[in-house]
């Protein structure tokens, strides 16, 4: 099974909402990722977690809030977004951090519009 | 200076030709890995293909194979019977020992196959 599930698919939210975005994966990864995807740009890396804890924050807007509360669920909590932050939302996880050959296998994403 | 760079924003193919696709990238350290990602219109972001630095071989992963000329930094997809369904944005990526998890990704080359 390599699969990574993301919830909700689509999310409409006004800028005075609190949202959260869900990630999870059962093939046993032990590293976590986050990433923004603007349309017909690459993924930007927004965070990175290593067995449960936050190894990298890619100078991330606090109104974006990442969680990791077990090693298969990764959630990115929202709050007061502004409109440039609608995108698609991927999460991706691999085996280990750092090991230049372990791919990432992403989920669907989550497209959120901001109001 | 650009990483990676993919200098083909779009593609064209016939159904059944080969397509080769091109990545060229920057870096410093001995140690790195290549790889490929295709994105349908759908949003997942789904792994191809990977070459490492220091392999002598090239990667093939049935219809993709990677060709991989070090001393020009180049890291080619070629994608041989094209299928209705290979329609997708391609991202060429690459790690870098000296940057973690961090996955440095392409602009991107849409591939459109025609019947």
């Known amino acids: 099974d390599t699969e990574v599930t993301q919830t909700p698919k689509h999310l409409v939210m006004g800028m005075t909402n609190k949202k959260s975005l869900k990630c999870e994966q059962h093939?046993?990864?032990?590293?976590m990722y986050w990433y923004k995807q603007k349309a017909k740009k690459p993924p930007e890396l927004m965070f990175v977690?290593?067995?449960?804890?936050?190894?990298i924050n890619e100078s991330v807007p606090s109104r974006f809030s990442p969680e990791c509360p077990n090693s298969s669920l990764l959630n990115l909590h929202l709050h007061a977004l502004q409109p440039e932050d609608s995108a698609l939302y991927l999460c991706?996880?691999?085996?280990?951090?750092?090991?230049?050959?372990?791919?990432?296998?992403f989920g669907p994403g989550t497209r959120l519009t901001v109001t | 200076a650009q990483k990676i760079t993919q200098t083909q924003p779009g593609m064209f193919v016939q159904e059944k030709e080969a397509v080769t696709l091109d990545c060229t990238y920057d870096?410093?350290?001995?140690?790195?890995?290549l790889f490929w990602y295709k994105q349908p219109s759908s949003g997942e972001m789904i792994f191809l293909i990977y070459?490492?630095?220091?392999?002598?071989q090239n990667a093939t992963e049935g219809r993709y194979s990677l060709n991989f000329q070090k001393a020009r930094k180049s890291a080619n997809l070629v994608i041989s019977a094209s299928q209705l369904g290979d329609s997708a944005m391609y991202f060429c990526?690459?790690?870098?020992?000296?940057?973690?998890?961090?996955?440095?990704f392409g602009e991107g080359t849409q591939l459109t196959v025609n019947p």
């Open positions: 070459q490492g630095s220091y392999d002598e």
């Open positions: 990526a690459m790690r870098e020992a000296t940057s973690g998890s961090r996955l440095t």
């Open positions: 991706a996880s691999s085996q280990r951090e750092g090991q230049l050959f372990y791919e990432q296998y």
């Open positions: 093939m046993g990864h032990r590293a």
């Open positions: 870096t410093s350290d001995q140690s790195y890995g």
């Open positions: 977690y290593s067995y449960e804890k936050l190894s």
